[in-house]
């Protein structure tokens, strides 16, 4: 076994050796020769010439050796008091006779269809029978609006749509069918088909001649081959919040995200086939699409599927009673679901009631693993606790701590090492390496290593300007850090208007859109303050238009709803203020850092270019008044 130094540096010194070799672990129509390629934009490519089907990967070829038997889904459920467990046999039965079905509906290889579903294992069975096509899905997190649906239907323009009747809350059932159909109908681009599955709690009005019930269909459809495709066919879309309005549809190549998925799934977790892996996360974010569906089955393991939350299904020992459940060896979460279940369970009473020796380490990502969290949980659960950094972008670990390789002592507040494959630097704004200890932008030398976003869907111009322009040769990751001088990474947090609440990346340019759409707002801006829970939380400050008399709870009232009708309950907009005066630099751009130091109390440097810093204190007061710190 080599040791991460030397596993990283043949990583780097040689890329095509590297990856050619791990792509032998997997099971190939036709395996690659040309590795590491360029495509007609200039952008790194791998297993270009290679054929292949990602479901099959997944599925078929763990049958055809004898796995078949085994549980690929432990569906936990929570919610609805269903637990159910699909051996990988019965895994690919369904997923090849939902793939016949859409078939049937005139699916072909390159066509998307998205799906918009709570954590069901209906949901895993329509992302692999869309690959199991050769088509391209784009699952949509159930907690956002109709409006969203909206635009990643426009942007995608899916064939079908598959969806759910209902999602289900801790404390309510949110029916989904009404939400897609009023994205339906305010989306220009229009599906020929929409698959709902039925759900016991709330049976959804269909519409005649577009909509189609999942079981009806399922009950006469032939099972469907895989198709063939080649390592850089797209297998999925999956949006996320940029800067702007308008969210990015990240592109997930078939061959390069099947290679890292395997082979990160025992370098990074040291997950070994037949074993039981837990991401509680949801599939509509990028660590459902890696951990809970395509890692765990391409790497023969045994993945959870759960539908529920840290804590009030039932209670703070949810995560405990699954991991004691079914035996699971690695969990994964974002920091924000401890924190929820340390201050439901500050003495950890519910912990007390389950055996969890099965679990050997916890793996957390999403949001920065604040050291008080890390602390508490080492100490804990005395097992490894692993700060590991990555993004949609590039679908795995950037950073983290090679588990099943050479695992490194974790420091806290630090993702640890570069992953292989990632040539992580420092830059300073000239573009130029930092030394140790400087804090800088975060950016990825290229070649990017297997699985990361070779385009913004229809729109490379996009992934170039927002990416790869800053710094030729570099991918410019949005991350501030620093390395210290053994090298670790420190991830700092956004350098743009991207903040990060309860593990969910979204956009205050987004909020910010909704808020300026307001009648009586003149001019808004919206930025993330530090909370206790959720990590950050949206802040909206507002002007109102002149001679306007709505009061300051009236409008929050109002806003609130917009943002909530509009981007969904998933952004937690709760508060907005009405100010007289935003701080901005003389070209008018709003100084949202400046003004998140102040609300988070830190220390700021008012900047030169500040037009009227009078209007420092005054917003100082407001968001005093308001429980927000003031500092300086
Ligand atoms: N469908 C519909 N609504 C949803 C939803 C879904 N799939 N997921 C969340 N929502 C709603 C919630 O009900 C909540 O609504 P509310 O404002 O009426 O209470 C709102 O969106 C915010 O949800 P959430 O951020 O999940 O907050 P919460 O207070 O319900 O729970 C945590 C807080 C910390 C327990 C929860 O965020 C959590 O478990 N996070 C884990 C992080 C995670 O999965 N990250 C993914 C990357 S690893
Ligand atoms: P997403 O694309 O939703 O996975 O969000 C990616 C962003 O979340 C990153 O760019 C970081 O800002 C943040 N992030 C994810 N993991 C970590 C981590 N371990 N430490 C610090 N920030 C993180």
Same mark, same amino acid.
């Given at each position: 076994?080599?040791?991460y130094?030397q596993e990283?540096?043949?990583?780097?010194?040689h $890329?095509?050796?590297f990856w050619?070799?791990k792509?032998?672990?997997? @099971?190939?129509?036709?395996?690659?020769?040309?590795?590491l390629?360029?495509?007609?934009n200039?952008m790194?490519?791998?297993?270009?010439d290679?054929?292949?089907?990602?479901?099959?990967m997944? &599925?078929?070829?763990?049958?055809?050796?004898?796995r078949?038997s085994?549980?690929?889904?432990f569906y @936990?459920?929570?919610?609805?008091?269903i637990?159910?467990?699909?051996?990988?046999?019965?895994l690919l039965?369904?997923?090849?006779?939902?793939?016949?079905?859409?078939?049937?509906q005139?699916?072909?290889?390159g066509d998307?269809?998205l799906?918009?579903?709570?954590?069901i294992?209906?949901?895993m069975i329509a992302?692999l029978?869309?690959?199991?096509?050769?088509?391209?899905h784009?699952?949509?997190?159930g907690?956002f609006?109709a409006?969203?649906?909206?635009?990643?239907?426009?942007d995608a323009q899916?064939?079908?749509?598959?969806?759910?009747?209902?999602?289900?809350?801790?404390?309510?059932?949110?029916?989904?069918k009404?939400l897609?159909? !009023?994205?339906? @109908?305010?989306?220009?681009h229009?599906?020929?088909?929409?698959?709902?599955?039925?759900r016991?709690?709330?049976?959804?009005?269909?519409?005649?001649?577009?909509?189609l019930?999942?079981?009806?269909?399922?009950? /006469?459809?032939q099972?469907?081959?895989?198709?063939?495709v080649?390592?850089?066919?797209?297998l999925?879309?999956?949006?996320?919040s940029?800067? /702007?309005?308008?969210?990015?549809?990240?592109?997930?190549?078939?061959?390069?995200?099947?290679?890292?998925?395997k082979?990160?799934m025992?370098?990074?977790?040291?997950?070994d086939?037949?074993?039981?892996f837990?991401?509680?996360?949801d599939?509509?974010?990028?660590?459902?699409h890696?951990?809970?569906?395509?890692?765990?089955?391409?790497a023969?393991l045994s993945?959870?599927?759960?539908?529920?939350?840290?804590?009030?299904t039932?209670?703070?020992g949810?995560?405990w009673?699954?991991? #004691?459940?079914?035996?699971v060896?690695?969990?994964?979460?974002a920091?924000?679901?401890?924190?929820a279940?340390?201050?439901?369970d500050?003495?950890?009473?519910?912990?007390?009631?389950?055996?969890?020796?099965?679990?050997?380490?916890?793996?957390l990502?999403?949001?920065?693993?604040? $050291?008080?969290t890390?602390?508490?949980?080492?100490?804990?659960?005395s097992?490894?606790?692993?700060?590991h950094w990555?993004?949609?972008?590039?679908g795995?670990?950037?950073?983290?701590?090679?588990?099943g390789? !050479?695992?490194k002592?974790?420091?806290?507040?630090s993702?640890t090492? $570069?992953?292989?494959?990632?040539?992580?630097?420092?830059?300073?704004?000239?573009?130029t390496?930092?030394?140790?200890n400087e804090?800088?932008?975060?950016?990825?030398?290229?070649?990017?290593?297997?699985?990361?976003l070779?385009?913004?869907?229809g729109?490379?111009?996009?992934?170039?300007?927002?990416? &790869?322009?800053?710094?030729?040769g570099y991918?410019?990751?949005?991350?501030?850090?620093?390395?210290?001088? @053994?090298?670790?990474?420190?991830?700092m947090?956004? /350098?743009?208007?991207?903040? #990060?609440?309860?593990g969910?990346?979204l956009?205050?340019?987004?909020?910010?859109?909704?808020?300026?759409?307001?009648?009586?707002v003149?001019?808004c801006?919206?930025?993330?303050v530090? !909370?206790?829970?959720?990590?950050?939380?949206?802040?909206?400050?507002?002007?109102?238009k002149?001679?306007e008399?709505?009061?300051?709870d009236?409008?929050?009232?109002?806003?609130?709803e917009?943002?909530?009708?509009?981007?969904?309950?998933?952004a937690?907009?709760?508060?907005?203020?009405v100010?007289?005066?935003?701080p901005?630099?003389?070209s008018g751009?709003?100084?949202?850092?400046?003004?998140?130091?102040?609300? !988070?109390?830190?220390t700021y440097n008012?900047?030169?270019t500040?037009?009227?810093?009078?209007s420092?204190?005054?917003?100082?007061?407001?968001?005093?008044l308001?429980g927000?710190?003031?500092?300086?």
């Amino acid at each position: 076994m080599n040791t991460y130094e030397q596993e990283y540096a043949l990583s780097i010194e040689h $890329p095509e050796t590297f990856w050619a070799d791990k792509a032998r672990e997997l @099971d190939w129509f036709k395996a690659p020769e040309q590795i590491l390629s360029q495509d007609e934009n200039g952008m790194d490519r791998w297993f270009a010439d290679g054929e292949m089907n990602t479901c099959h990967m997944a &599925l078929d070829a763990h049958v055809a050796k004898g796995r078949g038997s085994q549980v690929a889904v432990f569906y @936990d459920s929570p919610v609805t008091g269903i637990k159910q467990q699909l051996t990988y046999d019965e895994l690919l039965s369904q997923v090849s006779l939902f793939a016949g079905a859409l078939q049937e509906q005139g699916v072909v290889k390159g066509d998307r269809v998205l799906i918009y579903m709570p954590m069901i294992p209906q949901a895993m069975i329509a992302m692999l029978a869309t690959a199991r096509l050769g088509a391209i899905h784009s699952v949509v997190f159930g907690g956002f609006a109709a409006n969203e649906l909206a635009v990643r239907i426009d942007d995608a323009q899916p064939k079908v749509v598959v969806s759910a009747s209902c999602g289900i809350e801790v404390d309510r059932v949110i029916p989904y069918k009404p939400l897609l159909d !009023d994205a339906v @109908d305010m989306a220009e681009h229009k599906p020929e088909r929409c698959v709902i599955f039925q759900r016991e709690q709330v049976t959804a009005a269909m519409q005649a001649g577009r909509d189609l019930d999942w079981s009806q269909l399922v009950a /006469t459809a032939q099972p469907a081959d895989c198709v063939t495709v080649n390592g850089t066919d797209p297998l999925y879309i999956l949006y996320t919040s940029g800067t /702007t309005g308008k969210p990015k549809g990240v592109v997930r190549d078939n061959g390069g995200h099947a290679v890292a998925m395997k082979y990160s799934m025992k370098a990074v977790y040291d997950m070994d086939p037949g074993e039981v892996f837990w991401a509680a996360s949801d599939v509509g974010w990028v660590v459902g699409h890696s951990y809970i569906v395509y890692a765990p089955l391409l790497a023969g393991l045994s993945t959870v599927l759960y539908e529920g939350k840290p804590v009030n299904t039932p209670d703070a020992g949810a995560f405990w009673r699954v991991v #004691n459940e079914y035996g699971v060896k690695a969990l994964f979460s974002a920091p924000t679901a401890f924190r929820a279940i340390r201050k439901a369970d500050p003495n950890s009473e519910y912990l007390k009631k389950y055996d969890l020796s099965c679990l050997k380490t916890v793996f957390l990502a999403g949001e920065r693993l604040d $050291p008080p969290t890390y602390e508490w949980l080492k100490e804990l659960l005395s097992v490894p606790v692993v700060d590991h950094w990555w993004q949609t972008e590039t679908g795995w670990a950037i950073c983290g701590n090679l588990m099943g390789i !050479d695992p490194k002592p974790c420091k806290a507040g630090s993702s640890t090492l $570069p992953s292989p494959g990632f040539n992580v630097q420092i830059l300073d704004e000239a573009g130029t390496p930092l030394g140790p200890n400087e804090q800088g932008s975060v950016a990825i030398k290229r070649p990017l290593p297997p699985s990361c976003l070779p385009t913004i869907w229809g729109n490379f111009e996009r992934f170039q300007n927002g990416y &790869l322009s800053t710094f030729d040769g570099y991918y410019v990751s949005g991350d501030g850090g620093y390395r210290d001088e @053994d090298g670790y990474v420190f991830i700092m947090g956004r /350098t743009d208007d991207v903040i #990060n609440v309860a593990g969910h990346r979204l956009s205050t340019g987004e909020m910010e859109e909704v808020l300026a759409a307001h009648p009586a707002v003149a001019e808004c801006t919206v930025i993330g303050v530090a !909370d206790e829970l959720k990590g950050q939380l949206p802040l909206g400050l507002v002007i109102l238009k002149d001679g306007e008399t709505m009061s300051e709870d009236e409008l929050q009232a109002e806003l609130v709803e917009r943002v909530r009708n509009q981007i969904g309950a998933v952004a937690s907009f709760k508060k907005a203020l009405v100010v007289e005066r935003l701080p901005k630099t003389r070209s008018g751009k709003i100084l949202r850092k400046l003004l998140r130091q102040i609300a !988070d109390g830190e220390t700021y440097n008012v900047p030169s270019t500040i037009d009227d810093p009078a209007s420092l204190p005054e917003i100082a007061d407001v968001l005093a008044l308001h429980g927000y710190k003031k500092a300086n």
